[in-house]
């Protein structure tokens, strides 16, 4: 019986290979490292290497495939442990480091220069904690920056750990750079001004982007170019990653399979048609056009600058390259698992990037509905099975991108199934061939100037597409139901021998989920309160059942960077924006919301310049939208006089039934002394004035406003120390629950009359007997 068993799974074993095992045993050590043991036992990261070769060592001889698999998680959760582990000391953030590093990446944007670089040496002021560990870190240069690719700089950074803003359904720039790899951010100190301590070796890519410079006259074309050939992703601007985003179609500009593939079947294509002349009786046989396709791909993956998708695809190239070479090759599912596998281990923060799966999922779907069918002949099979392939992938991508960011570009399969092969048949030959032409007089230029046609109908597309169908944000509470009726649309069409009457379901349930409510309406009188994550500034959106109100637009930082981009995708609808005030922290959104987004209304106080079409907002006026009451406290009406830019806030005060919210802009404390006379108290909740500083929330005013809930809208470690710790005592004398944006993300809070006060923070974060 036990050589009956061993024979079975001997035979199990080599008809399923090393393949699936090894990549379940890289994702389970990913898995297990992903929980916040690193913050306890950071020195794990060394120790796990050892117990894997202990392991490896102890039970190699008589279970070998269970050794390999051990040492493989082990590996890998001693790499993610490691790379927590690198990251910026709390005790460090904003102090000054003294730091020798090499420029890895250089992006100039509104005359900010962004800088990755790899610290090679790091000295902290005396009495801090070390340095040593920190590995990259992204930084900004204010003004003219000097730093070029490739070069070694002695400078002094102020650096924070990584952290990020946190909005329900927005982009989590921390999660973001925890992919990436990158350890801290801040910027360079002027002084001591930085030093070059080293040139740039010789590279490759710089010396690229510089030819595509000389040789391209128009910048679309420059940068779309150096998009779609090197990796250069930077080059692109928002206005791009906006179009590119609300269409569906990011895809085609990152250096993907697409592109790897199409330079590794060139490659394959030119070797055996040399192969063919060479030697024309057995040229089928040779083994070096398939090495030669895989150098192609590996090259082309390293001019790309060998950045995460790049990597990715070639790994998936250099697989599919051995899998349909035929010797020894592995099957197509263990060669997709031996990808999955190589990149795990190699990149275990890769298991972290939506593309990954996006990718994965993608390939393995055009596996699931190819097998068994005959390879396509001719143009006219050619173009069905692009129809085909694109139709029955995009149910299935579409759900995948729904439940990755919450948002899906409506006309995304139509304008892939014309985008896709004019990128991959018109667009890349052209800049491909513009590169291999490069020894030849004007060859290039010709070349990249019909690739520069090529993008303005291609642009052209995107524009009517967006225009006609605008990036679709469905509820967080619909997000997954439609996610999983598009996948069984997807399933019901890809797999054979589908009863008819199951597929035309699964259309009609897709329909059907897509006709729900896009959100469960509030009954009448009802108020949802978000106060989002935005840093240094305010922005805070007012729900009833049938009307959106703003208060403040949100800062616009040094950059030009506006948080409010991140939030909604473009065409939203407001009926009223109430900008408290003309400083950039509250008012910095506001060209965005007048550009992107339809504004029925605009408030703001008399005297200010927030926008044109803007009615002043003035102490009695006072409004009813579903059972919801919005009055304006603050300011009076006529001229500001002696006021100060701050004390002429707009103040709001909104009553929901029993609950009362005050949101007094930047007004200092003599002001909230004047407004008690008019607000209803004691207030539910508080929106604190001037993001909690030392100026507002005066003494007579916390006790009298006694409010429940106190929100600071504050930054991280912002150098205004906000909030202060003297108004932060008085709401704690108060018994007031104390919510900060900085820790806490974005807060919701539902006033329904009737009901309990509820209070949502975006992050979860140890309360501390705050509440």
Request: hydrophobic share 50%; proline share 7%; charged share 15%.
């Amino acid at each position: 019986m036990a050589e009956e068993t061993r024979s079975v799974t001997g035979g199990l074993r080599r008809r399923m290979g090393l393949a699936l095992p090894l990549a379940a045993a890289a994702l389970l050590g990913v898995g297990l490292a992903a929980t916040d043991i690193a913050g306890h036992y950071p020195r794990l990261a060394g120790a796990l290497p050892v117990a894997a070769v202990l392991v490896a060592g102890l039970v190699g001889r008589r279970r070998p495939l269970w050794a390999i698999g051990l040492a493989v998680a082990l590996l890998t959760a001693g790499s993610v442990i490691h790379e927590q582990a690198r990251r910026l000391p709390a005790g460090l953030s904003g102090a000054d480091l003294s730091v020798s590093a090499r420029v890895i990446e250089t992006s100039n944007r509104a005359g900010i220069t962004r800088l990755r670089l790899a610290i090679r040496r790091c000295q902290a002021p005396a009495g801090l904690p070390r340095c040593d560990e920190l590995g990259n870190v992204r930084v900004s240069v204010y003004g003219e920056a000097p730093m070029r690719r490739g070069e070694r700089w002695q400078m002094t950074l102020r650096l924070r750990p990584p952290h990020g803003f946190r909005n329900p359904g927005a982009f989590d720039y921390q999660a973001w750079l925890w992919r990436e790899g990158i350890h801290a951010t801040g910027y360079v100190r002027k002084h001591p001004a930085p030093v070059r301590i080293a040139p740039a070796t010789a590279a490759l890519k710089p010396g690229a982007l510089a030819y595509i410079d000389r040789h391209t006259e128009d910048a679309v074309t420059r940068r779309w170019l150096a998009a779609l050939t090197l990796g250069d992703s930077d080059a692109l601007t928002q206005h791009d990653w906006q179009m590119l985003n609300a269409s569906g179609t990011t895809h085609l500009v990152v250096i993907s399979g697409l592109h790897v593939g199409l330079v590794a079947g060139f490659g394959l294509w030119l070797a055996r048609a040399l192969a063919r002349r060479v030697s024309p009786a057995n040229w089928r046989l040779r083994v070096w056009p398939w090495w030669f396709a895989g150098a192609c791909a590996v090259a082309y993956a390293w001019l790309a600058g060998l950045s995460p998708p790049a990597v990715r695809a070639m790994v998936m190239a250099l697989v599919g390259l051995w899998a349909l070479a035929g010797r020894h090759a592995p099957g197509a599912w263990q060669a997709w698992w031996l990808a999955i596998a190589v990149i795990a281990i190699c990149d275990p923060l890769a298991v972290w990037r939506p593309g990954f799966w996006l990718s994965f999922v993608a390939v393995a779907w055009l596996m699931v509905i190819w097998q068994g069918r005959r390879r396509p002949a001719g143009w006219r099979g050619w173009l069905w099975a692009l129809c085909r392939s694109q139709l029955l992938l995009a149910p299935l991508m579409a759900a995948a991108v729904l439940l990755a960011f919450g948002r899906v570009a409506p006309l995304a399969p139509l304008i892939n199934l014309l985008a896709v092969p004019w990128v991959s048949m018109v667009m890349v030959p052209l800049a491909l061939l513009g590169w291999l032409a490069a020894p030849l007089p004007y060859a290039s230029t010709l070349l990249w100037g019909l690739f520069g046609q090529a993008l303005d109908l291609l642009r052209a597309l995107l524009a009517f597409a967006v225009k006609l169908a605008p990036l679709w944000e469905p509820a967080a509470e619909q997000v997954t139901v439609l996610a999983v009726s598009l996948a069984l649309a997807a399933l019901c069409w890809g797999l054979p021998a589908v009863p008819r009457w199951l597929r035309a379901g699964s259309v009609l349930l897709v329909a059907l989920m897509l006709a729900m409510p896009s959100s469960p309406a509030l009954p009448d009188g009802a108020l949802r309160v978000r106060v989002y994550d935005v840093g240094q500034g305010q922005l805070i959106e007012l729900r009833t059942r049938r009307s959106r109100t703003l208060f403040d637009a949100g800062p616009r930082f040094r950059s030009g960077f506006m948080p409010l981009t991140t939030l909604w995708p473009p065409g939203q609808r407001f009926d009223r924006v109430i900008v408290s005030h003309a400083d950039t922290d509250h008012a910095g959104g506001a060209a965005a919301l007048a550009r992107d987004h339809q504004v029925e209304r605009w408030l703001a106080p008399l005297a200010s310049t927030v926008t044109a079409e803007r009615k002043p907002c003035r102490r009695g006026q006072r409004w009813q939208q579903d059972g919801v009451t919005f009055t304006h406290l603050w300011p009076p009406a006529g001229e500001p006089g002696e006021l100060s830019a701050n004390d002429r806030s707009c103040v709001l005060q909104v009553v929901a039934g029993e609950h009362r919210l005050l949101i007094t802009g930047d007004v200092g404390a003599r002001v909230e002394r004047r407004l008690l006379t008019a607000a209803d108290v004691p207030v539910s909740v508080l929106v604190a004035g001037h993001h909690g500083s030392a100026t507002s929330s005066g003494v007579q005013f916390v006790r009298t406003a006694a409010p429940r809930h106190v929100v600071f809208s504050a930054g991280r470690d912002n150098r205004f120390g906000h909030p202060a710790d003297a108004v932060v005592r008085r709401f704690r004398e108060q018994q007031s629950c104390l919510w900060s944006t900085a820790h806490d993300g974005a807060l919701t809070f539902w006033l329904v009359p009737g009901e309990p006060l509820r209070a949502q923070a975006e992050r979860k974060v140890l309360r501390r007997g705050r509440c």
